[in-house]
Structures are given as structure tokens and as C-alpha cells.
T-cell receptor, first 113, second 114 residues
Framework: DAGVTQSPTHLIKTRGQQVTLRCSPI?????VSWYQQVLGQGPQFIFQ???????GRGNFPDRFSARQFPNYSSELNVNALLLGDSALYLCASSQLAGVSEQYFGPGTRLTVT | AQKITQTQPGMFVQEKEAVTLDCTYD???????LFWYKQPSSGEMIFLIYQGSYDQQNATEGRYSLNFQKARKSANLVISASQLGDSAMYFC???????????FGAGTTVTVRA
């Protein structure tokens, strides 16, 4: 079975631009979470979606938004990019929204110049 | 608020030896889950092992075992018979029943020497 997939793998953007990152969960998983990992730190929670509804949001500005589609794939959008948005963006899927194992994708490495 | 503490920024271990990675946590929720992930230089977070707060036995998965001491709020990961491929960053994480997110520690870098 395919694991969590993310696209693109790498991305370079300029300050002020907008970016869309994509994630496809493991087949059968209905929950998708997004995390931001700045170099040298642990991942920080951005959003969780379950059955196409937002179930949780981390301490991130409104420039960050996300959505989940009927096939449970998800997009993370970041507007008005700042240099500090440079990070590895990780998507994780799980069967349920509660306490259960989350499986991560390979991540999208975003560089903002 | 949840808090995960990993006090060892980096560790060296000889091939075939065991290594213990420390993790302490803080939560007021009696129902929670503890996770360990491995992150190689490629960046992907690889799930290793899970321990539920009500589990009576310590979790084991192959060469990985979790030393769960609930009263001390400790969830240390033990890697037995270290291999060169175990060289990576290791993260401890927690999720309680009132939250949807995983809260991660700062991580411990493990370097296995031949």
C-alpha cells in the first residue's frame, strides 16, 4: 500500500508570494494533519482535518489556510510568504481524529528568498 | 498545556550496542498517547512505537522498546543492537484525548559508530 504522498518535494518562492502544498493520505485514512518543521526544531502543529472539517488549528497566522477534499486529500495554502516560513512542511494521516498513530509523508521543503 | 522534554541533543553509540533516549512529558489528562518517531536526513518522519497511557505493558516493536514510567512521566526509547542505519534524529511526541495535535520534543540526534 502507498504511504502518505506530498507534492512538490522542494519549492523556492519569493517573499510576498503564495504557495500551495498538497498531500494524499494513506488509503482508508480520513484524517490529515499539517506540521511545520523549522531547521533544528521539532514539528509544530498547523491544522488537522477529519472528514473534510477542520478539527484543530495551531498557533499560526491567518496567512495559513487548508482544506480537505472528498477523497480525503488536502491542500495547505500560505499567503504573503515571509522568510520565516522557510521550513519542511509535513503532512500526516491517521484513520481517526483521536489518539491514534499518525503516519507522515516525506515532506515539502519550502525555501522563501 | 502539553510539554515534551528531550534533554539529550546528541548521542554517540557503538554499533551493536544499546542506547536509551530520554523523554519526559507533562499533561493533566489521564488519557494520552506517547509516540516515538525517527527522522533520517531525508526528512521523512518514520513512526517507531506507540504507548497508551492505560497500557499495562511496555510497548515493543522489534529492536525498539519503550520504557514507560507513568508516575515519573517518563517514556524513554531503547534501541537494542544499534545499526549504522539507526543514525538519525529521534523525536518523542504526545497526544492527549482533548487535543488533535501531536506535541513534539526538540529531538535527539543519534550517531552510530562502526
Amino acid at each position: 500500500d502507498a504511504g502518505v504522498t506530498q507534492s512538490p518535494t522542494h519549492l523556492i518562492k519569493t517573499r510576498g508570494q503564495q504557495v500551495t502544498l498538497r498531500c494524499s493520505p494513506i488509503s482508508g485514512h480520513k484524517s490529515v494533519s499539517w506540521y511545520q518543521q523549522v531547521l533544528g526544531q521539532g514539528p509544530q502543529f498547523i491544522f488537522q482535518y477529519y472528514e473534510k472539517e477542520e478539527r484543530g488549528r495551531g498557533n499560526f497566522p491567518d496567512r495559513f489556510s487548508a482544506r480537505q477534499f472528498p477523497n480525503y486529500s488536502s491542500e495547505l495554502n500560505v499567503n504573503a510568504l515571509l522568510l520565516g516560513d522557510s521550513a519542511l512542511y509535513l503532512c500526516a494521516s491517521s484513520q481517526l481524529a483521536g489518539v491514534s498513530e499518525q503516519y507522515f509523508g516525506p515532506g515539502t521543503r519550502l525555501t522563501v528568498t | 498545556a502539553q510539554k515534551i522534554t528531550q534533554t539529550q541533543p546528541g548521542m554517540f553509540v557503538q554499533e551493536k550496542e544499546a542506547v536509551t533516549l530520554d523523554c519526559t512529558y507533562d499533561t493533566s489528562d489521564p488519557s494520552y498517547g506517547l509516540f516515538w518517531y525517527k527522522q533520517p536526513s531525508s526528512g521523512e518522519m518514520i513512526f517507531l512505537i506507540y504507548q497508551g497511557s492505560y497500557d499495562q505493558q511496555n510497548a515493543t516493536e522489534g529492536r525498539y522498546s519503550l520504557n514507560f514510567q507513568k508516575a515519573r512521566k517518563s517514556a524513554n526509547l531503547v534501541i537494542s543492537a544499534s545499526q549504522l542505519g539507526d543514525s538519525a534524529m529521534y523525536f518523542c511526541a504526545m497526544r492527549d484525548s482533548n487535543d488533535y495535535k501531536l506535541s513534539f520534543g526538540a529531538g535527539t540526534t543519534v550517531t552510530v559508530r562502526a
